[in-house]
């Protein structure tokens, strides 16, 4: 089961769960990440393996899909 | 004994935080060594004129010798002060103005764990930081910065970055950086500030006693590199 997660003062919230042949949670999964895009989250893939893949879509083969702030220069 | 390290692995994309950046020229290995000859340059033309100075005024009359000894004190602390705003970026964060949430923390860390894998975990929850393998060196990773330990070992870059939101938790704010590493990591590089380059020795005094540990690890992981 893949999850769609926001980092935020919670420390983090799981605000979807999806699988390929799960139409439901894919289709609210898509519908959560395209909300928090709009709110200005950067959502990035994270394999088990330590790679790590910025992505706009929602990748249905990913494990793990979390959605960051963006970053800057101190 | 050292324990593993992150692997990471380069990826096509480019961090979306370079847009906001677009001055600055995306960082590669000839700038990361043209910015090391720099900083290595610039501590020379800082230390020759006091050191010069320390020998040649007791030459000219022995009781300029009293102010050749503070000539030479200048000469230590100038480095000593670049040393220590680099230590700087790993410095602990202080949260001013709000509440700390145990929960947040533990839950942000617990993702935090997630991400480094089960063998760097124990060190992750000692330090809070982490330690990731790039192509630049080995990346030690804090909450508002991240030092980049040069293939060999010897010399260490200082990277004063951080995540836009005062209010994450300290864990998150890490998590935040690794994973800007590690989808993009010369735009991480690029976005983020270089506020020292010199030697591990020179750095490791200023630091605390977590991010020394810390910065031990991935000196040892970037000497067999």
Redesign the interface.
């Known amino acids: 089961m893949s999850r769609l997660?926001r980092?935020?003062?919670?420390?983090?919230t799981v605000l979807a769960h999806w699988s390929p042949d799960d139409l439901a949670g894919t289709e609210a999964a898509r519908a959560a990440l395209e909300a928090e895009l709009d709110r200005g989250y950067?959502a990035?893939a994270?394999e088990?393996?330590?790679?790590?893949?910025?992505v706009r879509e929602l990748p249905l083969d990913a494990e793990?899909v979390?959605l960051?702030?963006?970053?800057?220069?101190? | 004994m050292a324990q593993p390290v992150g692997v990471m692995e380069a990826t096509l994309g480019q961090l979306p935080e370079l847009e906001n950046v677009r001055w600055r020229t995306r960082v590669d290995e000839p700038a990361l060594r043209r910015a090391d000859r720099l900083w290595t340059l610039s501590t020379v033309a800082h230390e020759v004129p006091f050191v010069a100075t320390a020998i040649a005024l007791p030459l000219l009359a022995p009781v300029l010798l009293v102010v050749s000894v503070f000539a030479l004190v200048f000469a230590w602390a100038i480095p000593e002060l670049y040393a220590a705003r680099g230590a700087g970026v790993l410095r602990p964060v202080r949260r001013r103005g709000v509440d700390l949430n145990a929960d947040a923390e533990v839950r942000a860390l617990g993702l935090l764990g997630d991400l480094v894998g089960h063998e760097a975990r124990e060190r992750v929850a000692r330090t809070g930081l982490v330690v990731e393998c790039g192509r630049f060196g080995v990346w030690l990773v804090g909450p508002a910065g991240a030092l980049l330990v040069r293939p060999g070992g010897r010399r260490v870059q200082c990277y004063c970055v951080r995540v836009v939101d005062a209010d994450l938790p300290i864990a998150d704010r890490v998590a935040h950086l690794l994973l800007a590493l590690r989808e993009d990591e010369a735009g991480f590089a690029t976005v983020a500030n270089l506020t020292f380059s010199g030697a591990c020795w020179r750095l490791r005094a200023r630091l605390s006693p977590p991010a020394r540990e810390g910065l031990a690890v991935a000196v040892a992981a970037a000497r067999g590199r």
Not at chain 1, 7 to 12: E, I, L, R, V
Not at chain 1, 48 to 54: I, Q
Not at chain 1, 68 to 74: N, Q, T, V
């Open positions: 997660i980092m935020d003062q919670t420390g983090h950067l990035v994270s088990p393996d330590g790679t790590a893949t910025a793990l979390v960051r702030r963006p970053i800057a220069g101190g």
